[in-house]
């Protein structure tokens, strides 16, 4: 049985290490990837992370290698041709481990206390092992061998994205950490800034954490606006639509590409220019439903961050995975039978103004999810720089991947615990909405308020732009979005 770590905590301690969390300045990066050069690094698993981590890593001039389980190897698993045919040694356990500088840990988070145990006593004495998730560290309570070191270097965002960045000479936000009783030659956070740099996470920004703050952050975040909220958006606003009888390929089409589209505003100018890209009536319009649903969706959210904080959530979560994964299995079966999904979008031209003009409640959806998220972070001691990532910063890299192929593929490339989250949400979330989706027609989701009169009330609108710009996450968004300008700027 498995211990949770955080929970073994004095609160005192808790708290701490919650609120550890500072944005880490460029000249901190001055030593490159040095600390990990003429270093052998092998990657365990080659899937979304450790396939596109990888890649960067090589880019940057390090010695990279591929580590997979026996049976991966001798079936030529898609792990194994994504390491073969990208150029990459693929061995054993028993072949690489023994000879790695530094072990990257790039399995799925369900599978770590199985690898972890198998391929600790082939490590090397004084080693490092490495995780882009601190689940099995916290939530799990694995125990590493006192000479090693372990060190997290997290990107936040999905693997294919960490190479679409770099390719273009950039990086995605990274939080980095050491895990303070596996650092015996103190070398841990050097180790960790390189691989940064080596991902080229510190081109986006990178905050020095601590595992428990990353995985109490990264769960919360993952199923609740990230992921959770854009499934159960995508279903409710489809179905409506259908109802109320728009064709089914422009809805499908609508939300599909809406997600993104909508979602690329939030990128450049936060929840304020989103808002902005609607005329003044559907500005206010969406600002209203965007109130009613963080009122009726608040206790939820409480609901979500209050178990992933006392492990309810993982307990819960690993119970599944004891019953071979039957509710994610499940949930999964039922989301490719929603219509949505099977649902093809339609040849039809949407322009790129129209998905806001047609799409207001999901705009109202977006800013509903995304303060609520960041507001329940930061009330249960996530950093706002922290929580800021976890919900606006990567909401339009997770529409990315609906817009390549629906849902299916947002759950695909997520991580295991994401796409578990996101059902778990998605189950508790379309239930609640459901009353408040009974009135909702057309004008907001589907044909756009059709207005001859485009005028407001002075008052209303100066009070709504007010609310919509005092709000802490426009705060924060403004000061990291303009590190990331910076930033572009140097390379
Ligand atoms: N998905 C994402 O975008 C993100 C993931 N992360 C973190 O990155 C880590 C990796 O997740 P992700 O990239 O999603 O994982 P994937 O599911 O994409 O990849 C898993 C890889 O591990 C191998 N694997 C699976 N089971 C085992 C096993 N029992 N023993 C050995 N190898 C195994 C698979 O190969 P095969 O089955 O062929 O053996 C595959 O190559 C997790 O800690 C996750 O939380 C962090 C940020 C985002
Ligand atoms: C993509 C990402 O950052 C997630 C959502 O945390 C994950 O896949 O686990
Ligand atoms: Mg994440
Ligand atoms: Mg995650």
Same mark, same amino acid.
């Given at each position: 049985m498995s211990n949770n770590y955080f929970n073994t905590l004095p609160l005192r301690e808790q708290l701490e290490q919650l609120g550890k969390c500072r944005f880490m300045?460029?000249?901190?990066?001055?030593?490159?990837v040095e600390a990990l050069k003429g270093k052998k690094i092998v990657v365990i698993g080659c899937g979304a992370q450790g396939l596109n981590q990888g890649l960067n890593l090589r880019d940057s001039g390090l010695d990279v290698s591929y580590t997979l389980r026996a049976e991966a190897i001798a079936e030529k698993r898609q792990s194994w041709k994504n390491a073969t045919e990208n150029g990459f040694v693929v061995g054993t356990y028993e072949e690489l481990i023994p000879t790695a500088d530094v072990v990257l840990n790039l399995t799925p988070d369900k599978q770590h206390t199985p690898v972890v145990n198998a391929v600790m006593p082939l490590m090397k004495e004084g080693a490092c092992l490495s995780y882009s998730h601190g689940f099995n560290i916290v939530e799990e309570g694995m125990k590493i061998r006192e000479d090693l070191t372990v060190i997290m270097v997290a990107p936040k965002c999905p693997g294919s994205e960490v190479r679409a960045e770099y390719v273009r000479g950039f990086g995605v936000p990274t939080l980095i950490a050491v895990h303070e009783d596996n650092d015996p030659q103190g070398e841990g956070l050097a180790l960790a800034k390189a691989y940064a740099v080596g991902t080229g996470g510190h081109k986006a920004g990178v905050l020095m954490s601590s595992f428990i703050a990353e995985v109490k952050s990264d769960l919360m975040g993952e199923q609740t606006i990230l992921c959770g909220m854009l499934q159960t958006g995508s279903l409710l606003c489809f179905d409506k639509m259908v109802a109320e009888g728009i064709d089914a390929g422009y809805a499908s089409k609508l939300i599909q590409y809406g997600w993104e589209t909508i979602t690329e505003a939030l990128k450049y100018g936060g929840v304020t220019n989103m808002l902005d890209r609607l005329s003044n009536p559907a500005k206010i319009k969406a600002f209203d439903l965007a109130e009613e649903m963080k009122q009726i969706m608040r206790p939820l959210y409480n609901k979500h961050q209050d178990d992933i904080i006392d492990g309810t959530f993982s307990r819960t979560m690993m119970e599944d995975w004891a019953n071979d994964d039957k509710n994610l299995l499940g949930w999964r079966a039922e989301t490719a039978e929603t219509a949505f999904e099977k649902t093809p979008a339609g040849d039809v031209e949407i322009s790129e103004q129209e998905y806001f003009d047609n799409g207001i409640l999901m705009v109202a959806m977006v800013k509903a999810g995304v303060e609520l998220a960041f507001e329940t972070m930061t009330a249960a001691g996530i950093i706002p720089d922290s929580a800021y990532y976890e919900s606006l910063h990567e909401t339009p890299l997770i529409a990315n991947t609906i817009a390549r192929k629906k849902l299916y593929e947002m759950n695909a490339t997520i991580s295991d615990t994401a796409e578990y989250g996101c059902y778990l949400y998605n189950h508790a979330c379309l239930p609640l909405l459901a009353d408040f989706m &009974?009135?909702?027609?057309?004008?907001?989701?589907? &044909?756009?308020?059709?207005?001859d009169d485009t005028g407001v009330d002075n008052a209303r609108l100066i009070e709504v732009n007010a609310a919509l710009r005092s709000h802490p996450v426009e705060a924060i968004g403004a000061v990291l979005r303009g590190h990331m300008a910076d930033m572009k700027k140097i390379v």
């Amino acid at each position: 049985m498995s211990n949770n770590y955080f929970n073994t905590l004095p609160l005192r301690e808790q708290l701490e290490q919650l609120g550890k969390c500072r944005f880490m300045s460029m000249d901190e990066f001055s030593d490159g990837v040095e600390a990990l050069k003429g270093k052998k690094i092998v990657v365990i698993g080659c899937g979304a992370q450790g396939l596109n981590q990888g890649l960067n890593l090589r880019d940057s001039g390090l010695d990279v290698s591929y580590t997979l389980r026996a049976e991966a190897i001798a079936e030529k698993r898609q792990s194994w041709k994504n390491a073969t045919e990208n150029g990459f040694v693929v061995g054993t356990y028993e072949e690489l481990i023994p000879t790695a500088d530094v072990v990257l840990n790039l399995t799925p988070d369900k599978q770590h206390t199985p690898v972890v145990n198998a391929v600790m006593p082939l490590m090397k004495e004084g080693a490092c092992l490495s995780y882009s998730h601190g689940f099995n560290i916290v939530e799990e309570g694995m125990k590493i061998r006192e000479d090693l070191t372990v060190i997290m270097v997290a990107p936040k965002c999905p693997g294919s994205e960490v190479r679409a960045e770099y390719v273009r000479g950039f990086g995605v936000p990274t939080l980095i950490a050491v895990h303070e009783d596996n650092d015996p030659q103190g070398e841990g956070l050097a180790l960790a800034k390189a691989y940064a740099v080596g991902t080229g996470g510190h081109k986006a920004g990178v905050l020095m954490s601590s595992f428990i703050a990353e995985v109490k952050s990264d769960l919360m975040g993952e199923q609740t606006i990230l992921c959770g909220m854009l499934q159960t958006g995508s279903l409710l606003c489809f179905d409506k639509m259908v109802a109320e009888g728009i064709d089914a390929g422009y809805a499908s089409k609508l939300i599909q590409y809406g997600w993104e589209t909508i979602t690329e505003a939030l990128k450049y100018g936060g929840v304020t220019n989103m808002l902005d890209r609607l005329s003044n009536p559907a500005k206010i319009k969406a600002f209203d439903l965007a109130e009613e649903m963080k009122q009726i969706m608040r206790p939820l959210y409480n609901k979500h961050q209050d178990d992933i904080i006392d492990g309810t959530f993982s307990r819960t979560m690993m119970e599944d995975w004891a019953n071979d994964d039957k509710n994610l299995l499940g949930w999964r079966a039922e989301t490719a039978e929603t219509a949505f999904e099977k649902t093809p979008a339609g040849d039809v031209e949407i322009s790129e103004q129209e998905y806001f003009d047609n799409g207001i409640l999901m705009v109202a959806m977006v800013k509903a999810g995304v303060e609520l998220a960041f507001e329940t972070m930061t009330a249960a001691g996530i950093i706002p720089d922290s929580a800021y990532y976890e919900s606006l910063h990567e909401t339009p890299l997770i529409a990315n991947t609906i817009a390549r192929k629906k849902l299916y593929e947002m759950n695909a490339t997520i991580s295991d615990t994401a796409e578990y989250g996101c059902y778990l949400y998605n189950h508790a979330c379309l239930p609640l909405l459901a009353d408040f989706m &009974k009135d909702i027609k057309t004008d907001v989701i589907g &044909k756009g308020l059709e207005l001859d009169d485009t005028g407001v009330d002075n008052a209303r609108l100066i009070e709504v732009n007010a609310a919509l710009r005092s709000h802490p996450v426009e705060a924060i968004g403004a000061v990291l979005r303009g590190h990331m300008a910076d930033m572009k700027k140097i390379v």
